[in-house]
């Protein structure tokens, strides 16, 4: 049986016993900033479990892929080295939302095991959680119910570090129990021995296969327990270890769900390493790339973005360095992931060009810098005094931020090496840094008010959106006012605070596209609404003003939308449609959205591109969206299921999480995407599209910005505007003849440059002033003075001439240039074993607050202080003096 069909039978299995099979989430938890990847099955249920979400059904089974990299949760080192870790598996589980509890869940696990996979029932051993670790009583229920199927001798009672699981410090929680398999014909009988027996004990002879979480208990801020009124249960088996055991082995990576990566990556070295571990890395690592970016992780430099950079430059290291690998093969393991795995997750195939482009992009970036960062290693490794086996933290953070070589990797180095890296260390080391630059943490944002998932609860059904067709309401009911995040039953003249309405034409931020504003007015109050927020859920929140008379709960209002602002932003979020359809037609299938904001006066589209736009695709790209808004084409929305909606074409944002019943909006034959926000009646109505900016925000996503409408037509006036303007400047009837002019200006000015600074070099090493001629220090001759040489290519002139002219000695020029100060020190060769000229001037730069530094002969510097030149030059003497001298 292979792993396919395991997963097959299992969803099959716990189906025909009233369980509704939910598709696997994303990798990326939905509105869980707690958690930087989902690691199990429970994560997509959470708040289900903690009753904040409510689903149709008590009963769920689903097979949720999962990763374990990064944060609390991280298996990355031990990937490749042991038979059982993976970054990336699956999980078997099925949940119960206070419907069944420990009988049928102990006995579904069992007949799953020995009836549908047929595994011998003397093999297995459970273990139940005795009662030490945690305010809760041994676990007698679980062990009477085992004792059915078990016999005693093989139930072991452990304690709460292995066999009672907690969602957090407080809240939900409940004893848990392991089904383990033993490598071996049957299982001993060591339950009843005294001693460290058994599967707790790091007892190589078993493997956990099934965990069973009876989730039966609050656990309070004091550590009491008191008993939920409705217990559930939360269970988890892994895919890959189910593989192992029925294909009669005893490594998750000789299964069919690993092996034929593995086999892939030998076939790819150019030679054969002994070891299996390079190859169980980038077999492992490619199941984790290729999930990650079709859940829409890119590689980039913070939080999930770098953990997969850390995952992939892993794998392409091991590729390269132990496999000799030498160009880039990556992007094929990864197309084999999607190949074996695309049938299940539909996902993978919908974005197989995107999953391609970005891993070659990637490696081959990391391959430019992987060689000279390897050598640098070396470098400093071969500095180490002798004896000392440490290697500096601070050289492994100038790696990661010079060569983009993760500290893991580094570490793995040092260990080849026979040396250690303190990680935390650099870490530390580049947080400072980061922070330094004003740069973001590694990890996630804040936790969502609990305000608005209680406020979500509370008034679950009793509020709905009406705005799709309506922009005006004759009566809407206040449901509930909050003020700083507290409810209030009034708000007077003058106040600020939120509300929200029995019905509501108001749209609520998300999507992309920005919230509402209008009035409100009804029983002596006027109220202006300064926003519309979803924050979350369906509850739309509006963010008031009272401007008049006084807000109660209970009040009726009639509503207004700004139909002007409305209307301006419905023209983006179309054009945003149209756009995205050109930008697949012009570049290719791998472009796929990545984020965008819709606003009244222009929108932002991100999307997955690996290089700037052409002139060329940026004009097919505003002609293609334009024809589409000429052709007029009907705007056509409608509700469907998730499943129809992929079948008839539709689009969706990268990574987003789509309900079981989806809108689709529909622009002309071409543009389906999944979308809940508002849009033109007719392409038409968007008047004029017009790109005003395009670059690249992070690796691999290009941003564009666009105006249409009114806006496009005043940014065509504008930039015509300018023309006139530079066309009558320069004296030019035609602004055609403008690039010329201007080509024919700027070599003018390249000639005058040269010019300037051949009269600079010329100025600064002629003349007879005091200042020109060298004092003798220690033997050694020292010119340095200040010289009005603004060009840094005539500076360094200026240096070799002085130096050439002194035969034998230093010459330091000081400068400004650009509001800034420049230092220059040039040596002859033949001092080279007495002055350093890097080390010279990092002892004058501080004087013009700014660093520096070169080689023997030649080395510069720059600061922001230009009025600390005359100091650093009459500081010279006594530097170089000082190092002659040592």
């Known amino acids: 049986m292979n792993a396919h069909e395991i997963r097959r039978r299992f969803l099959r299995f716990f189906e025909q016993r009233g369980h509704t099979i939910v598709p696997s989430s994303s990798l990326v938890p939905a509105h869980d900033p707690t958690l930087l990847f989902t690691n199990a099955g429970m994560v997509q249920f959470k708040d289900v479990f903690t009753g904040r979400d409510q689903r149709p059904y008590s009963r769920a089974v689903s097979v949720q892929r999962c990763l374990r990299a990064g944060g609390k949760h991280n298996d990355l080192d031990n990937v490749g080295f042991t038979p059982r870790h993976q970054t990336f598996f699956e999980m078997l589980g099925n949940f119960s939302f206070g419907d069944y509890f420990k009988e049928d869940a102990i006995r579904w696990a069992w007949e799953f095991l020995t009836e549908e996979l047929k595994i011998p029932k003397e093999r297995l051993v459970v273990s139940i959680y005795n009662g030490e670790g945690e305010a809760a009583p041994y676990d007698q229920e679980a062990f009477d119910l085992w004792l059915k199927y078990v016999p005693r001798e093989r139930i072991y009672a452990f304690n709460a570090k292995e066999n009672f699981w907690q969602m957090g410090d407080t809240g939900p929680c409940g004893p848990c129990s392991e089904i383990h398999i033993f490598h071996g014909d049957e299982a001993p009988p060591d339950a009843a021995r005294e001693g460290d ?107 999930r973005e770098y953990v997969l950079r850390r995952i992939m430059r892993r794998a392409i290291r091991y590729g390269s360095e132990w496999l000799a690998i030498d160009e880039p093969f990556f992007d094929k393991i990864c197309a084999a992931v999607v190949k074996e795995f695309g049938e299940v997750y539909p996902e993978l195939r919908e974005r197989a060009a995107t999953i391609e482009q970005l891993v070659r992009m990637e490696e081959e970036s990391f391959r430019r810098t992987l060689d000279r960062g390897v050598k640098l290693f070396q470098h400093y490794a071969g500095k180490l005094p002798e004896g000392k086996r440490a290697f500096p933290p601070e050289q492994a953070a100038t790696l990661k931020d010079t060569y983009g070589i993760p500290p893991d990797l580094t570490g793995i180095m040092c260990r080849e090496h026979g040396l250690t890296l303190d990680e935390e260390a650099v870490e530390a080391e580049l947080l400072r840094r980061q922070a330094g630059r004003g740069g973001e943490k590694l990890g996630a944002g804040e936790a969502q008010a609990d305000i608005y998932l209680e406020l979500a609860s509370e008034l679950r059904g009793r509020t709905a959106f009406v705005g799709y067709t309506r922009t005006q309401l004759g009566s809407a009911t206040v449901i509930k006012l909050l003020r700083d995040g507290a409810p209030v039953n009034q708000l007077a003249a003058g106040a600020e605070g939120e509300l929200v309405l029995n019905d509501t034409p108001f749209y609520g931020e998300s999507g992309g596209q920005i919230g509402d504003t209008g009035a409100l007015a009804g029983g002596g109050a006027r109220v202006q609404v300064l926003d519309t927020v979803k924050p979350t859920g369906d509850v739309h929140v509006h963010r008031v003003k009272v401007t008049e008379g006084q807000l109660r709960v209970g009040q009726s209002l009639h509503a207004y939308v700004d139909v002007g602002r409305r209307d301006a932003i419905r023209r983006n979020h179309s054009a945003t449609h149209l756009l995205h359809h050109a930008l697949r037609e012009v570049l290719g299938p791998h472009v796929v959205q990545k984020g965008s904001l819709v606003a009244p006066d222009r929108l932002r589209f991100d999307f997955s591109h690996a290089k700037p736009l052409t002139l060329e695709e940026r004009r097919e790209i505003e002609r293609r969206v334009n024809a589409a808004v000429l052709a007029n084409v009907e705007s056509e929305t409608r509700e469907m299921s998730l499943s129809d909606a992929k079948q008839a074409g539709a689009i969706g944002l990268f990574g987003e999480k789509y309900g079981d019943e989806v809108r689709v909006v529909k622009i002309g034959a071409d543009s389906v995407e999944l979308c809940g926000g508002t849009h033109v009646r007719r392409s038409g109505d968007i008047g004029l599209f017009t790109i005003i900016s395009e670059g690249g925000i992070a690796q691999g996503v290009r941003r564009i910005e666009a105006v249409t409408g009114m806006g496009a037509l005043e940014h065509i006036q504008h930039n015509a505007g300018v023309l006139g303007d530079l066309a009558a400047q320069l004296h030019e009837a035609d602004a055609d003849a403008l690039v010329d002019r201007v080509e024919k200006l700027q070599a003018e000015l390249k000639q005058k440059a040269r010019e300037i600074g051949e009269l600079q070099r010329k100025l600064a090493t002629g003349g007879s002033a005091a200042s020109d001629e060298p004092v003798e220090v220690e033997g050694v001759k020292l010119l340095a003075k200040i010289v009005s040489v603004a060009n840094p290519k005539a500076l360094r002139e200026a240096a070799d001439t002085l130096r050439d002219r002194l035969r034998s000695g230093v010459v330091i020029l000081g400068a400004k240039s650009g509001g800034k100060a420049v230092l220059l020190v040039a040596a002859t060769k033949d001092l080279k074993s007495k002055v350093h000229a890097g080390k010279l001037v990092k002892e004058l730069v501080g004087h013009i607050d700014g660093r520096g530094g070169g080689r023997p002969d030649m080395a510069q510097a720059g600061g922001s202080n230009p009025g600390g030149l005359p100091a650093a030059i009459a500081a010279a003497e006594a530097a170089l003096r000082q190092q002659l001298t040592k």
């Not at 550590?223 to 005893?250: C, F, H, N, Q, Y």
């Not at 034929?260 to 054969?272: D, I, M, N, S, T």
């Open 197 to 303: 027996f058994g599967p707790a004990f790091e007892d190589d002879r078993y493997t956990e296969l099934w965990n069973l979480v009876f989730m039966q208990y609050e656990k309070r801020e004091d550590g009491s327990m008191v008993k939920l009124a409705r217990p559930s249960i939360d269970t988890g088996a892994g895919l890959e270890r189910l593989a192992a055991v029925m294909a009669g082995v005893d490594n998750n990576y000789e299964t069919d769900l690993l092996e034929p990566l593995v086999e892939l990556a030998k076939r790819e070295a150019k030679v054969q390493e002994l070891q299996n571990a390079p190859y169980r890395v980038i077999a492992d690592h490619a199941r984790a790339t290729a999930f990650l970016i079709a859940d829409g992780v890119f590689p980039d430099r913070t939080g």
